[in-house]
């Protein structure tokens, strides 16, 4: 069933054009307002300074399953958070469509998967997943401390739903992550992100 699941996302994604998500990078990000899973309002700009993650999510996907059931999501999103970087995990899933989640059911996942996002954020009318361009999840963006996106795209290079193969992948987030934090350039600012189609 895993593998039917997965094969169909791929398929949907093969419609995604590296073209379309390079659009975002190099410009300001999309302002973001948003209630959290504790239902207070998040707003993007009130991160200005700082390295910001984006990370759609929705905890149904095979691909996501991977990235938190080998808990590589998880080892990023503590150990950027002790470098100052704030984590938005973004779920864009509508109500009655997969992966949809209330604040409530949100923190019993992160509290069970042992996730450490910053704030939690829900779009279930998928505003700001489509200001984004938000195609999969996952989907990841970094932000630069004056606002500007400088990535879009995959987690890394693997499209897969083996946990496996994460061992042996380039890490697309981390390269960028790393670049940008210590001034220098992002080498691969967009890649063709992959996992199951949002759920909008």
Request: aromatic share 8%; glycine share 8%.
């Amino acid at each position: 069933m895993i593998r039917i699941a997965a094969f169909t996302c791929m398929l949907i994604l093969a419609s995604v054009s590296a073209g379309n998500a390079a659009a975002i990078v190099g410009k300001q990000a999309p302002p973001i307002e948003l209630r959290d899973s504790n239902g207070k309002t998040v707003r993007l700009d009130a991160f200005k300074g700082k390295f910001v993650v984006l990370e759609w999510v929705n905890f149904e996907c095979p691909f996501v399953r991977k990235h938190y059931g080998s808990e590589n999501m998880q080892k990023l999103q503590k150990d950027y958070a002790e470098k100052g970087v704030v984590w938005l995990t973004i779920c864009s899933s509508a109500q009655g469509k997969q992966g949809h989640v209330t604040g409530k059911q949100a923190n019993t996942i992160v509290a069970e998967k042992g996730a450490a996002p910053s704030r939690f954020l829900l779009d279930p009318k998928g505003s700001v997943g489509k200001s984004y361009g938000a195609k999969t999840t996952p989907h990841m963006f970094v932000i630069d401390p004056k606002g500007t996106v400088v990535y879009n795209g995959a987690i890394d290079d693997k499209p897969s739903t083996n946990k496996a193969d994460i061992a042996t992948a380039t890490n697309y987030l981390v390269a960028a992550l790393d670049s940008a934090m210590s001034g220098e350039a992002v080498e691969i600012a967009v890649t063709q992100p992959y996992g199951c189609s949002v759920k909008y």
